[in-house]
């Protein structure tokens, strides 16, 4: 079978099918250190996803696998680290939130330990683990699903299955960051207004503190904005004055695949093969992977799985 995607949807669930013995082929028109993934900040929490009642189980499920591998750190990429949440309560959020370890209240938000995940060691992790399992990743671009050979398709290509299945309910959420050199802060920090195109947060990864952002709707622009990049660390500043300062290493854009809810279905091809879709995170791809490549698996077997 063919997953079409190289990014953490599409390399989680190869990964997936691959250990339970299928024959699995990547098809990816780019090298995953080139998609949206790779330049994500990596931290787990659902974000800009719908429908909430299916999140939160899948990032749950999510959650463990992370909390294990964060055993090995340097070969896997992920870590726990401690951090908060600013203006956001236990109110405010799913059922899932009781159930994430150390999820606790403090004054003026949330805090916890959770995943932090180094998004290019991370991908290159999942390719060597699907390698190991058998499977391979081809760069190739695919312009028409039915046209996809060997069997099962399943398609993850986020953003792209808005031309390629083609499905216009998929639309970008343009997000910016920069990456400045860590001036000695070890934990992470939000404040989100799901409602604004701005933000305010910083992560801790080993290349340099990543700081943030932006939600801009319906924004294809994959270029950094200087004014945009200046009134992040503005934000950052004023929470961490030493972030003022801080050298400048590098500036990313990435384009969140936002749809009104996940597509995770099946569908029969025109000579009657699965097609299995797996895409429309939003900007949560990372926190719910591994819940949705394990459901998108099942659905290659089993149609009402």
Not at 52 to 66: M, N, R
Not at 142 to 148: G, K, N, P, S, Y
Not at 178 to 205: K, L, M, R
Not at 255 to 282: I, K, S, T
């Amino acid at each position: 079978m063919i997953v079409v995607g190289g990014g953490i949807a599409g390399l989680t669930t190869a990964v997936v099918l691959a250990e339970s013995g299928r024959r699995v082929r990547v098809w990816a028109r780019e090298p995953a250190e080139r998609t949206t993934s790779a330049v994500a900040g990596g931290l787990w929490w659902p974000y800009r996803i719908e429908p909430e009642p299916l999140v939160g189980a899948w990032a749950l499920e999510s959650l463990a696998v992370y909390e294990e591998l964060a055993a090995r750190p340097a070969e896997t990429g992920v870590r726990l680290v401690e951090g908060v949440h600013a203006g956001t309560g236990l109110d405010e959020l799913g059922d899932w939130a009781g159930r994430v370890p150390g999820l606790r209240a403090v004054p003026g938000g949330l805090a916890a330990r959770l995943p932090v995940i180094d998004m290019p060691v991370h991908l290159t992790w999942l390719r060597g683990r699907l390698t190991r399992a058998g499977g391979t990743v081809e760069e190739r671009e695919v312009t028409d699903l039915a046209a996809v050979p060997a069997g099962a398709v399943v398609n993850c290509t986020g953003l792209g299955s808005r031309s390629l299945v083609p499905d216009p309910a998929v639309r970008p959420v343009r997000g910016q960051l920069v990456v400045v050199e860590n001036p000695g802060i070890t934990t992470w920090y939000t404040s989100v207004a799901h409602s604004s195109a701005d933000s305010a947060y910083f992560i801790p990864q080993p290349g340099g503190l990543l700081l943030g952002g932006t939600a801009e709707d319906d924004d294809w622009s994959l270029e950094p904005d200087p004014a945009t990049a200046e009134a992040i660390v503005a934000r950052c500043a004023r929470i961490r004055p030493e972030l003022a300062g801080a050298r400048v290493l590098a500036h990313r854009v990435g384009l969140r695949p936002a749809r009104d809810a996940v597509r995770l279905e099946r569908r029969p091809l025109p000579d009657g093969r699965p097609l299995v879709h797996n895409y429309g995170h939003g900007g949560a791809g990372i926190t719910v992977a591994w819940g949705c490549a394990r459901r998108a698996a099942g659905l290659v077997v089993d149609p009402a799985a």
